[in-house]
């Protein structure tokens, strides 16, 4: 299936059963090419640090069709990918890795930039929400303590703080030509374990 909207996530943490240290995303449109290929390509960012073996990783893809308002095609895909033991040096193998494969499906999709660089207030709107779904937290909690803006690039540097102290750190336009891509992060704090599923009631 070749979607008509694909949203992919790439996850940074030491331990898949916490919530991550850092999420790279991207939204794309029109991409030329079948989710079983996107997955091939996430797939080499396993082996960035050059080991002998790829970095644990889970993976999951959704696909559908949309009805509702404009109709169309869709896909999703979130990855999740052990640091391991190398650490920050393992962190940057993966994020160039990252980058790479998002340029190259980049060149793959009808992707296009922004028409007009978005307010502040609507790049703050675009990154709680990626804080939100990444990391679980109240948008309306998260308050903006810093938003520069480099208009050469089209990018936005926001910091959050939640009223329980921690604090958070996004990029809208993580990478130059592609403003749908997002970095989103949690600074200087674990970032917390990953609630437990509920178990299944054998009643019902």
Not at 17 to 34: A, K, R
Not at 95 to 106: G, P
Not at 114 to 128: G, K, Q, V
Request: some cysteine; overall charge negative.
């Amino acid at each position: 299936m070749r979607p008509q909207e694909t949203y992919i996530a790439v996850s940074l943490g030491d331990d898949l059963g916490y919530y991550p240290q850092e999420v790279w995303s991207l939204n794309l449109t029109h991409l030329d090419m079948y989710t079983e290929d996107v997955l091939d390509e996430l797939a080499g960012i396993t082996w960035a640090e050059g080991n002998d073996y790829p970095n644990y990783s889970a993976v999951s893809a959704t696909t559908g069709e949309r009805n509702w308002g404009a109709s169309g095609s869709y896909s999703e895909i979130l990855m999740q990918v052990s640091t391991g033991a190398a650490g920050g040096v393992g962190t940057l193998a993966i994020t160039a890795a990252i980058k790479v494969v998002y340029e190259k499906l980049r060149a793959h999709s009808q992707s296009e930039g922004w028409r007009d660089l978005p307010t502040a207030e609507r790049a703050a709107e675009i990154a709680r929400s990626r804080l939100h779904q990444h990391y679980e937290v109240a948008s309306e909690k998260l308050t903006v303590v810093r938003s520069d803006v480099d208009l050469e690039t089209q990018r936005y540097d926001l910091e959050f703080v939640h009223e329980d102290g921690r604090r958070f750190g996004a990029t809208i336009g993580a990478l130059t030509g592609l403003p749908w891509c997002t970095r989103v992060w949690v600074e200087g704090a674990d970032p917390g374990l990953r609630p437990l599923p509920p178990v299944p009631d054998p009643g019902n």
